[in-house]
């Protein structure tokens, strides 16, 4: 079955570490997307990328990093630079970067501090 | 810049009764999308509805239909026969046209569904 597989479902970090957030899709999807979810609250987007080899920031892309070596594959890398990353990330994928194309979802990872 | 905006942080519902939750949104575009989508307690995100800018007609998904006011820029979902299976937290998004937008997101609606 198509989807957008994210890993691990629940990781921890220790002050100073980088941790790196899995995504894999095999929709054949151009777009890619990262949003951070804090509780009771919407989805903010962090880095979304439309080809591979080109991604761009989002609203709140301080502490994070991407990368697009694969059209499959989207890792967001969470820095020891951003002071509070505890939250909920979703993955997301669409076909092109269109606005009629809507967004599929992964099933997301639960990021908590040590 | 657009917002969305989703007045009602929490909405209640007997089962099989009918629930209309509320969303706003700002853009100077013409052209644009908008987006139903729900987060239930397994916190994936399920797209729900959408509705074209350019379109007239409201968009209709079995239970689900929206009533879209271009002028007003409102954009409401209408839950009909609600279901136990339908509570969960709705998000409203808004996207341009353009290339390469990205959806913005409301804040949520928490529904609470009463047997």
């Known amino acids: 079955d198509g989807g957008i597989t994210q890993s691990p479902k629940y990781l921890f970090r220790k002050e100073g570490q980088n941790v790196t957030l899995s995504c894999e899709q095999n929709?054949?999807?151009?777009?890619m997307y990262w949003y951070r979810q804090d509780p009771g609250q919407g989805l903010r987007l962090i880095y979304y990328?439309?080809?591979?080899?080109?991604?761009q920031k989002g609203d709140i892309a301080e502490g994070y990093s991407v990368s697009r070596e694969k059209k499959e594959s989207f890792p967001l890398t969470v820095t020891s630079a951003q002071k509070n990353p505890t939250a909920f990330y979703l993955c997301?994928?669409?076909?092109?970067?269109?606005?009629?194309?809507?967004?599929?979802f992964g099933d997301g990872t639960r990021l908590s501090i040590l | 810049a657009q917002t969305v905006t989703q007045s009602q942080p929490e909405m209640s519902v007997q089962e099989a009764e009918t629930v209309t939750l509320s969303c706003t949104y700002d853009?100077?575009?013409?052209?644009?999308?908008l987006f139903w989508y729900k987060q239930p307690p397994s916190r994936q995100m399920i797209l729900v509805i959408r509705?074209?800018?350019?379109?007239?007609q409201n968009a209709t998904e079995n239970r689900f239909s929206v009533n879209f006011q271009k002028a007003a820029k409102s954009f409401s979902l209408k839950i009909s026969d609600s279901q136990l299976g339908d509570a969960a937290m709705y998000f409203c998004?808004?996207?341009?046209?353009?290339?390469?937008?990205?959806?913005?997101f409301g804040e949520g609606t928490q529904l609470t569904v009463n047997p």
């Open positions: 997301a994928s669409s076909m092109g970067g269109f606005g009629n194309q809507p967004q599929h």
């Open positions: 929709l054949n999807h151009d777009a």
């Open positions: 990328s439309q080809i591979v080899n080109d991604f």
């Open positions: 853009t100077s575009e013409s052209d644009y999308y």
């Open positions: 509705q074209e800018a350019y379109k007239q």
């Open positions: 998004a808004y996207r341009k046209e353009t290339s390469g937008s990205r959806l913005t």
